[in-house]
């Protein structure tokens, strides 16, 4: 299956969902015409950069034929594995958070009708675990779909989690307490906006304050999906607060993955069909503005900061239409990059980490602490490496 083969599909599913009669012949060589400059890197391919010290982490597997006769025939009432862990927070305690069981619109997905969760590590342990964090009643966990995550502790210790969700393929933000001694999180609040039509990630400013980006401008389907093979660089960056809500930047292919600079004053971006990292100085009325560009040869997802040294951390996708045309005996493959520096006229940019899809696939997001790493993927497992 080729490109136009991805876009003939979801068109043609489009068409099945909403009865319209649309040219495929048209919609086909638009886009072949508009991928032209292989903005998903469809013929790249990946060396293996191995780390020595690594597992999978257990509870976070793709759920197939053998683990679901595995599970129907246990005795005991075992939970059902989650599938990816699409983005990781952690604590300056070591507590890490993850968002697992995305369904996201193209995506590939091995438990479609399982509602995703947070799950949560210890990495002070000295062999982690990922447990799944108990939500409060009447929070309506059938429909949760979590996907990106920040944390935010306040000047009273209390911490927060946000999470972007996508119930029933909407878009909202549910705010979270974090209450460690039952490890259960308390829902506070879901934030809805006409100015948050497709968020995709979030750092938190505040209990109740944040950035977010949209990864589309349109909230519908079909338009999303013109909206992306147009390359209309309408995608944005949106600051929310209780008494104020503002686009604060735009003109992004596809803006995903956001983070803040250890000392506050900078905001990243990761633009990951233009294969970018913006850096924006945040203003002291919250808006931004543009320092510079960094170019990188892959699709940017999430971005994480290492608290030891402030290097951004890194998850991407070397050959993103392998994300999107998944094929078990080719499977997209995982890279994580750090970035020294970013500030600097050349940053320094290494590969910590790749792997041809033996062993992860799909990787969105790494995140560090004391020498820890974990790598979260989009649909696939996750990985624990000791550096």
Same mark, same amino acid.
């Given at each position: 299956m080729g490109n136009c083969d991805i876009f003939c599909l979801h068109t043609a599913r489009w068409r099945l969902a909403t009865g319209t009669m649309r040219s495929l012949f048209q919609a086909c060589s638009l886009f072949i015409t508009l991928l032209s400059g292989n903005r998903l890197k469809a013929s790249s391919e990946v060396e293996s950069v191995d780390l020595p010290n690594c597992h999978? #982490?257990?509870? #976070?597997?793709?759920?197939?034929?053998?683990?679901?006769?595995?599970?129907?025939?246990?005795?005991?009432?075992?939970?059902?594995?989650?599938?990816?862990?699409?983005?990781?927070?952690?604590?300056?305690n070591g507590l890490a958070f993850l968002s697992v069981g995305l369904k996201y619109p193209g995506l590939h997905s091995f438990a479609p009708d399982k509602p995703g969760g947070i799950l949560m590590m210890d990495l002070k342990d000295e062999n982690p675990r990922a447990l799944e964090l108990r939500i409060s009643r009447g929070f309506n966990l059938a429909s949760f779909n979590p996907h990106g995550i920040s944390t935010f502790i306040d000047s009273d210790d209390t911490v927060y989690l946000f999470v972007v969700n996508h119930p029933e393929s909407k878009n909202t933000v549910e705010i979270f307490k974090f209450q460690e001694e039952d490890n259960s999180l308390l829902h506070l609040k879901t934030v809805k906006h006409e100015l948050l039509p497709s968020v995709n990630d979030i750092i938190a400013v505040g209990p109740a304050h944040f950035y977010a980006t949209n990864d589309h401008y349109f909230s519908d389907p079909f338009l999303k999906y013109l909206e992306t093979y147009l390359n209309l660089h309408w995608t944005n960056?949106?600051?929310?607060?209780?008494?104020?809500?503002? %686009?604060?930047?735009?003109?992004?292919?596809?803006?995903?993955?956001?983070?803040?600079? +250890?000392?506050?004053?900078? #905001?990243?971006v990761a633009d990951i069909l233009a294969h970018e990292i913006h850096v924006l100085e945040k203003q002291h009325n919250m808006n931004l503005t543009k320092v510079k560009v960094l170019?990188?040869?892959?699709?940017?997802?999430?971005?994480?900061?290492? +608290?030891?040294?402030?290097?951004?951390?890194?998850?991407?996708?070397?050959?993103?239409?392998?994300?999107?045309?998944?094929?078990?005996?080719?499977?997209?493959?995982?890279?994580? %990059?750090?970035?020294?520096? #970013?500030?600097?006229?050349?940053?320094?940019?290494?590969?910590?980490?790749?792997?041809?899809?033996?062993?992860?696939?799909?990787?969105?997001?790494?995140?560090?602490?004391?020498?820890?790493?974990?790598?979260?993927? %989009?649909?696939?497992?996750?990985?624990?490496?000791? %550096?």
């Open positions: 999978l #982490i257990k509870g #976070i597997e793709p759920v197939t034929l053998e683990t679901t006769s595995q599970m129907q025939t246990h005795e005991s009432k075992q939970k059902w594995p989650e599938a990816g862990a699409e983005d990781i927070d952690i604590l300056p960056v949106v600051y929310y607060s209780p008494n104020e809500v503002k %686009l604060v930047a735009e003109g992004f292919d596809s803006a995903n993955g956001i983070n803040i600079s +250890p000392d506050k004053k900078y #905001i990243y170019k990188l040869d892959t699709l940017v997802d999430n971005l994480s900061i290492d +608290p030891s040294s402030g290097d951004i951390l890194v998850g991407c996708h070397p050959n993103g239409q392998k994300l999107f045309i998944y094929d078990p005996n080719n499977p997209p493959s995982s890279q994580v %990059l750090r970035i020294q520096n #970013i500030l600097s006229e050349k940053p320094t940019v290494t590969t910590v980490y790749a792997n041809n899809g033996s062993v992860l696939q799909g990787s969105s997001v790494a995140s560090v602490y004391d020498r820890k790493l974990l790598i979260g993927t %989009l649909y696939h497992r996750a990985l624990y490496c000791e %550096l």
